[in-house]
């Protein structure tokens, strides 16, 4: 069993900064790509950011120089650091980790997601 927590989500001015962290725990060999996703009232679940096992990074144009993703790997556990906010970036937030357990191919986990909410 894989489980995938969520937190840091809230409520934040525009303008704000907010930190979002997601830790796997349970049967893990290793973990290679971990991300998060967002999802606006009546929108589609986009990418907004990844990070490899190489520690390689990719945004979402619409959040570039203004979030950061990371990870610590001692930890099982993926950050994304939300500065500048904007009312536009308000949504529900998801991890989204590719895990290898042992002896299985590597499978995708999503996490139960954390409300982000930016005021203007």
């Known amino acids: 069993q894989v489980q995938l927590v969520g937190s840091g989500g809230g409520l934040v001015q525009a303008g704000g900064s907010l930190r979002l962290s997601c830790a796997a725990s349970g049967s893990i060999y290793r973990i290679n790509t971990m991300g998060w996703h967002r999802q606006a009232p009546g929108k589609q679940r986009e990418l907004v950011a990844t990070?490899?096992?190489?520690?390689?990074?990719n945004y979402a144009d619409s959040v570039k120089g203004r979030f950061t993703i990371s990870r610590d790997n001692a930890k099982n556990t993926v950050y994304l650091q939300m500065n500048s906010l904007k009312p536009e970036d308000t949504a529900v937030y998801y991890c989204?980790?590719?895990?290898?357990?042992?002896?299985?191919?590597?499978?995708?986990?999503w996490g139960q997601g954390t409300q982000v909410t930016v005021s203007s």
């Open positions: 989204l980790t590719e895990i290898v357990r042992t002896l299985r191919p590597a499978e995708s986990f």
């Open positions: 990070v490899t096992g190489a520690g390689n990074t």
